[in-house]
């Protein structure tokens, strides 16, 4: 009795397994969606005021963006509207 509703589970979970973090899915992909943030670089970014992100400021760690520097920064936004 519990193998039948066990072998059920695990088929339905293999079925609907959610995309992984930070990642589209092909249906997203096809419909324009973009991720804003990769999780590796900074790339898209940039700072305000500036033409790109302040490296000396900000980091990616732990696929976040950080602040490098305990000092006050900039804050930054996607290059993109």
């Known amino acids: 009795m ?10 339905q979970g293999a079925q609907s ?3 992984p973090p930070n990642a589209l899915t092909a249906a997203e ?10 999780g590796r670089t ?4 940039r700072g305000l005021g500036y033409d790109s992100v ?6 990616v760690v732990d696929a976040r963006s950080r602040r ?11 290059v993109s509207p």
Do not use: E, K
Request: glycine share 4%; net charge positive.
């Open 2 to 11: 519990i193998l039948p509703l066990l072998v059920a589970l695990v088929a």
């Open 17 to 19: 397994a959610p995309p």
């Open 29 to 38: 992909r096809a419909a324009g969606w973009r991720l804003l943030f990769d």
């Open 42 to 45: 900074l790339r898209g970014w």
């Open 54 to 59: 302040p490296t000396a400021h900000w980091v």
């Open 68 to 78: 490098s520097r305990a000092a006050t920064c900039p804050n930054f936004r996607t």
